[in-house]
């Protein structure tokens, strides 16, 4: 096979992925026929990159997503490793009223799927703030709160017992907002049970599902500003905290909603964050990867070098930390982003914050995370 340095490497792979469309898993095939072998290599997918360099990928998606839209679920089967439910296993999803039966159908059709495919699933959410019925607030108090979310994690942990890769068991308990010492957030859980919700469900988790991994997922971990600063020695004192109490804890999420242009990115407090995390013996899984381009110009091609550069900064760090197991993009396409709700552009068009664009071309974030990959491997020999 001929040998190509790195530099060759990134030239050649960016230059054909600018030029091959990828829209069926048969039009992959043709194509690639086509290369040579180091070429093959180079073009395989995201998640056949990273498991080479004893990483799993993968992204979050919806079910409706897999179901109606044949080009997507053939980019999702070719790019992933590990799936994670975009919406469907949160609260609100499942159930609407009190006493309601739960109904997971289309969170079963993710978990379905994955297997069929031989993908890991991630399970997201047991315990937020967010997504959850309404019914809750009229129910959930000091007396009743915690008996309400043992039961709620309970029937999660059960129904998937000895299927999930791993759970996100709290997501968000941090908000500095709420100005407190401890930066911990009040959220009705933490109103109903205070700090102790935490640890109640994680030991209902694990007790429910002895195999899967338990991970305390947060936003906000990545840029530089003060109020990331308060939000890693917040998250770290509560790892610690938890870890001191003896509570099953095996990963942190980082969920990693990057932005062009909004925040300074400051390597060695992110790199820090990241050593002490491992020095707690934790795992860490990127488990929300996207760029978010709000506030980036309307050229497409500047706005996609952009959201590159910002994917490479992170990748680089990423991939070469020995304690990261996982990276996990929220969303795969730009077909299907939470951006353009949560967060659209005032020119109104369409975010392209992920690796493949609306047809499921790669891009050239597509390219970088690739590469960053590709880099990993190197190093490793
Ligand atoms: C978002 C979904 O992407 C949206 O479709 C939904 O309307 C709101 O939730 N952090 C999380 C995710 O942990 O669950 C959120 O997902 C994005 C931010």
Request: with cysteine; glycine share 6%; proline share 3%.
């Amino acid at each position: 096979m001929k040998y190509l340095n790195r530099r060759q490497f990134v030239s050649r792979s960016s230059s054909l992925a600018a030029t091959v469309a990828v829209p069926t898993l048969a039009g992959i095939g043709c194509t690639e026929a086509k290369m040579d072998e180091a070429d093959l290599s180079a073009k395989e997918s995201i998640h056949a990159q990273a498991k080479k360099g004893g990483l799993q990928f993968g992204a979050a998606i919806l079910a409706s997503q897999l179901k109606n839209d044949r080009a997507f679920r053939e980019a999702v089967i070719r790019e992933c490793g590990v799936l994670t439910h975009e919406n469907e296993l949160k609260w609100a999803t499942l159930q609407n009223r009190e006493n309601q039966e739960y109904n997971f159908s289309k969170a079963d059709y993710i978990v379905d799927f994955a297997e069929e495919h031989n993908m890991a699933v991630r399970g997201h959410t047991l315990v937020w703030h967010l997504g959850y019925p309404k019914y809750l607030d009229q129910t959930v108090n000091p007396k009743s709160g915690r008996d309400i979310m043992v039961a709620h994690i309970e029937e999660l942990s059960k129904h998937y017992a000895g299927r999930m890769h791993s759970w996100d068991v709290v997501n968000e308990a941090i908000d500095i907002k709420y100005e407190r010492e401890d930066g911990l957030a009040e959220t009705l859980w933490f109103k109903a049970m205070g700090e102790e919700y935490l640890d109640i469900a994680f030991e209902t988790a694990h007790k429910a599902d002895p195999k899967a991994l338990m991970v305390y997922n947060e936003n906000g971990l990545v840029y530089g500003r003060e109020r990331h600063d308060k939000k890693r020695k917040a998250v770290l004192d509560l790892l610690k905290r938890r870890l001191s109490n003896n509570i099953p804890l095996d990963a942190l999420g980082i969920q990693s909603h990057l932005s062009i242009g909004q925040h300074p990115f400051e390597r060695d407090k992110f790199v820090g964050f990241l050593n002490d995390v491992a020095d707690l013996g934790l795992r860490i899984y990127i488990t929300e990867l996207d760029v978010r381009d709000t506030h980036g110009p309307a050229d497409i091609a500047t706005r996609d070098q952009l959201v590159a550069d910002e994917y490479k900064r992170f990748m680089e760090i990423i991939v070469d930390h020995p304690a990261v197991d996982m990276i996990v993009t929220w969303g795969l396409s730009d077909k299907y982003t939470w951006i353009n709700e949560w967060a659209p552009r005032l020119d109104g068009l369409p975010a392209r914050p992920l690796p493949l664009d609306h047809k499921m071309r790669r891009k050239k974030g597509w390219d970088v995370i690739v590469e960053s990959l590709e880099a990993r491997q190197k190093n490793d020999l």
